[in-house]
Structures are given as C-alpha cells and as structure tokens.
C-alpha cells in the first residue's frame, strides 16, 4: 500500500533498475589497473559497488512492500537493514573522498578519520536493531514499510557527512590548495543527493535520492577521466601536452595583463629539472628501478610545491614546474628546498640508487621569452648548462664521485 498519488511501482522500479545499469557502467569505465593503488580510486570504487547495493535493496523495498508471506518479510526488513546501513556509509565514503582530495596531509588525515567513521558506525548499530525495534523504520499490520522515530537521526547523520565534505572543500578552495576543476567536482557532488532527499523526506513515497545519487557519481567519474586524458600515466604528473596549453595560457594571461585587458596576479616563473644519471639507473638496476626512481622524484617535486601550482613530465626524466609568483625571492626559494630534499632523499627497501637532479629556472620574462616554446626552451638551456658543470667537475676530478 504506497501512499496516494505517488508514482506506481514498475516506474520506480524502472528508473532504480536504470540507474543500477548505468552504476554497473561507471564500475566498468573506472577499474583502471594503473589507478588500484590510489586511496581515493578505492574510495570511488567502494561508492559505486555500495550504491548498487543500495539501489537493489531500494528495488527490493519496492517490490515487497506489502508483502503477505513470512519469507517476504523477511527478504523486505533485511533489504532496509541494508538500505540503512548504506546511506551513512556511502556519504562517509564521499566525506573520506573529499577530504583525501583536498588534504596537504594525508598521513594525518588518515589518524583521524576512525574517528570520523563513528556516527556511521552508530547507525548501522541502529540499522541492526530495527527489526527488533523499530527505531528507524517499522512494517505495519498490512507489512508496509513506515518510517520509524529516530527516522531524523538517520537523515542528519548522512546529511552532516555531506555538510562536513562541503565545507572542506570550500576550505580548500579558500586557501587554494584544490585545482578549480577538482573543486567544482567536490562542490556539485552532494547538491543532486542533498536535494533530492530533502523532495523525497517532504514528499514520502518518492523514489530520487539514489538515481540523484548516481548522478553525482558522474560528475566524479568525468572529472576523473579528464584528468587522466592530461595526465602522466607513470608518475601522475601532468604530461607534455598538457604543459604546453598551459604554459602558452599564463603567457597569454600575462601579455593581457600587460595591455591591461587581464586581471592581476598573473606574473609567473618555472623550473625545468633532470634526474641525473637516469640512463645508468635503468641500465644498471632495470627499468623498474627507473620507474620507481622517476615517481619519487615527482614525489620529492611536489613536497615543495604548493597544490595549485603546475607540475608536467616534459621528456622521459625531466619535468617542468610552473609557479604564480608575487616575488623573486619565491623561486629561490623553491629551489633551495627541491635540492635540500633530493639531497636529503632515502631509497624506501633499500633501493640500490639514489636520486640528483639538474635545475634550470627564471621568471618569464617576455623580451627575452617570446613565447611558451622559447621559454619552455631556455628553461632546457639552463638546466643543460648545470648538467655539464657537473661533468666537467667530476671529469677533472674536482666533485664528489657518486653512485647513481
């Protein structure tokens, strides 16, 4: 018995089975091998393997709400056990998600996130308890589903899961520490579930919260795909394609500043490094060894930079970091801690090599950078003139012999 004027139940098992089909795809497009190592790829894989789950218990709902037979009640209070348990744990998931985005810590953030796993934890012990006693949802004397008295609870504990990812995400775009293409994924990922539950608690009967849901899976799932079509397969960095559209916008960006059409803040500066002695570490240890050599360098990159800034593989062991700058000193700066790093690097196991590099950095400066290939190009320059320093140095017997 479903409540006067809502839609039957073939229509709504039809746009549940619907998106269940379109889940299943999104699974398919996303079992990527090179990603299965990533946190938040297992975190995005657990979301859509939960949300099927919870579309077939929303389905079995629908079928057997009213159900005449024991087995049937059975089947019916186990499928909202389970519809329960998976609404907070999928919002926790997406929490997880957001924060593991957005984090310039993810070692701390993963020391507190048990703690931020407990409200779920409490409603699935609720969720357990229901067909004992009824808290979150009850069958009637005709076997109906009804919502029980702490329905509430359970609504605000996966609500403020999607409120606590909102605002972290909004944190992270106010200290910029989020690309803008990631921050609009996060930020219109919990609208569709968020409002569609909101129709769905006022207008009891309807069936939206997990086709919405889907939907917002979608928006992760494009703005996954994007960044893996501009991305390094090996190292994660951006690949060289990308680097040249981006680095010919900043030199358009700040051509237009100079004629005063852009807006402010566009002065920019990068620096082109080179793994030295990078052809020895495959020869010597193979190319597994070169691979891990080349991850540990982006790793070793990126700690000193900040998230918003720009990082590219430019050749098979050079990379190139592009950097918003408000000062000189900025660059010095970065450079300093890249070669403390790298100095200060360890190979993780007992790996057999250990890891220089060659920089070459300036500020664009456009007399003498007329455009992206030119700058791109002296950057190479700079770094080259360091690289056969070195080998003039150790060739006259004056630096230090090292073992790659």
């Not at 299965?36 to 894989?45: A, C, S, V």
């Not at 359970?154 to 909102?166: I, K, P, Q, R």
Request: proline share 5%.
């Amino acid at each position: 018995m479903r409540p006067e004027g809502k839609l039957g139940v073939f229509p709504e098992l039809s746009i549940n089975i619907f998106a269940m089909l379109f889940t299943v795809a999104l699974v398919a497009g996303s079992r990527s091998r090179g990603d299965r190592g990533q946190i938040e790829h297992r975190l995005f894989i657990l979301m859509l393997d939960a949300t099927i789950l919870e579309l077939a218990a929303d389905s079995a709902m629908l079928v057997l709400d009213g159900t005449e037979s024991a087995a049937g009640m059975v089947a019916l209070e186990s499928s909202g056990v389970i519809y329960y348990i998976g609404q907070p744990f999928i919002s926790m998931l997406y929490a997880f998600y957001a924060e593991h985005r957005v984090a310039s810590d993810s070692r701390r953030a993963r020391t507190w996130m048990p703690y931020l796993a407990l409200p779920a934890a409490f409603s699935a012990l609720l969720s357990l308890s229901t067909p004992f006693t009824g808290l979150y949802f009850f069958l009637n004397a005709a076997n109906v589903y009804q919502r029980g008295p702490l329905f509430p609870v359970h609504a605000a504990v996966s609500y403020s899961y999607m409120l606590f990812a909102f605002v972290v995400v909004i944190v992270a775009a106010h200290r910029r520490i989020v690309d803008r293409g990631t921050l609009t994924a996060l930020l219109i990922f919990p609208l569709p579930p968020m409002i569609a539950g909101a129709i769905q608690i006022r207008h009891y009967g309807l069936v939206l919260l997990w086709p919405a849901a889907v939907l917002s899976l979608l928006v992760i799932f494009i703005e996954v795909q994007k960044r893996k079509l501009s991305s390094d397969y090996l190292t994660g960095a951006f690949n060289r394609r990308h680097l040249d559209e981006y680095v010919e916008a900043r030199v358009r960006d700040f051509r237009d500043e100079r004629a005063g059409t852009g807006r402010r803040g566009r002065r920019f500066a990068g620096f082109l490094v080179d793994v030295d002695d990078f052809k020895t570490i495959n020869d010597r240890f193979g190319h597994a060894a070169g691979d891990e050599a080349l991850v540990a360098a982006v790793r070793l990159i990126r700690s000193c930079l900040r998230s918003d800034d720009f990082l590219a593989r430019y050749a098979g062991d050079e990379f190139v970091a592009i950097l918003p700058l408000s000062s000189e000193d900025e660059l010095v700066q970065v450079i300093g801690r890249l070669r403390a790093r790298f100095a200060a690097y360890d190979p993780p196991r007992g790996a057999p090599h250990r890891l220089s590099l060659s920089v070459g950095a300036a500020v664009f400066d456009p007399e003498i950078d007329k455009d992206a290939d030119k700058y791109i190009a002296r950057l190479d320059t700079l770094m080259y003139v360091e690289k056969m320093a070195k080998r003039k140095s150790r060739a006259e017997g004056s630096g230090p012999e090292r073992e790659p």
